[in-house]
């Protein structure tokens, strides 16, 4: 069964540029987050989506947006990056989308470098 | 944002030694879990807890959910070199969803062959 695949694993930015980040979960599951993670700062929750729609946002600006298609793949983008922006953004998925989440599963991240 | 207090934040251990660490809340959580990351990787998930007092083991790994419901430890017996990387708890806040799961600063891990 293939794992959470993300799509660019790294990339180079400017500031005042934006950039859209890919997540495909595994299959079958419906329920995908988005996390930021920054060494100073930790995991830091983005949102959450199931079915399509937003379940949750943790408390990031709204030049942080996203979004789930039909299939669950999910993106992410980041308008008018700032330098803080570089981060590690991780995707992960679950096999439940109601109530307490459960096993939450990683994707190898994708690195963002604002410059 | 909120975090829970994860301890050590670092250890330097010797091959072959047993590893303890702990997280610690001030909220009760009904779901703990205990992921693993390597540098340049995404957390990988070791064990996952979902009721007070279970014990729960993965080979060489062993994690507890505290009674109180708020705290865990993860046990590492016998460490490899194998076993550097960062850990991090997680909890799930109490009827919340994925979004309500909170995650420690975590706790590198150095072993010395």
């Known amino acids: 069964k293939a794992g959470v695949t993300q799509t660019p694993r790294y990339l180079i930015k400017t500031r005042g540029q934006q950039v859209t980040l890919s997540c495909s979960p595994i299959s079958g599951h419906r329920s995908v987050s988005w996390y930021q993670q920054t060494p100073g700062q930790g995991l830091q929750f983005l949102f959450e989506?199931?079915?399509?729609?937003?379940?949750n946002k943790g408390n990031f600006p709204g030049r942080f947006s996203g979004r789930q298609f039909s299939n669950s793949r999910s993106e992410m983008n980041v308008s008018t990056l700032e330098l803080g922006d570089s981060a590690l953004y991780l995707c992960?998925?679950?096999?439940?989308?109601?109530?307490?989440?459960?096993?939450?599963?990683f994707g190898e991240g994708s690195r963002l470098t604002v410059l | 944002g909120q975090q829970l207090n994860q301890s050590p934040q670092s250890m330097f251990i010797q091959e072959g030694e047993d590893v303890s660490m702990n997280c610690t809340s001030s909220s009760i959580f009904n779901t703990w879990l205990w992921y693993k990351q390597d540098p340049g990787e995404g957390p990988v998930l070791l064990i996952a807890l979902y009721k007070a007092g279970e014990l729960t083991s993965n080979g060489r790994l062993t994690a507890q959910f505290g009674i109180t419901r708020k705290d865990s430890f993860l046990n590492i017996s016998a460490s490899i070199p194998s076993d550097v990387g960062i850990y991090f708890c997680?909890?799930?806040?109490?009827?919340?969803?994925?979004?309500?799961?909170?995650f420690g600063k975590g706790t590198k891990l150095s072993v010395k062959p």
């Open positions: 989506y199931f079915s399509e729609t937003q379940r």
């Open positions: 997680a909890g799930l806040n109490y009827g919340g969803s994925q979004g309500n799961l909170i």
């Open positions: 992960a998925s679950s096999p439940r989308g109601q109530g307490a989440a459960r096993e939450l599963f």
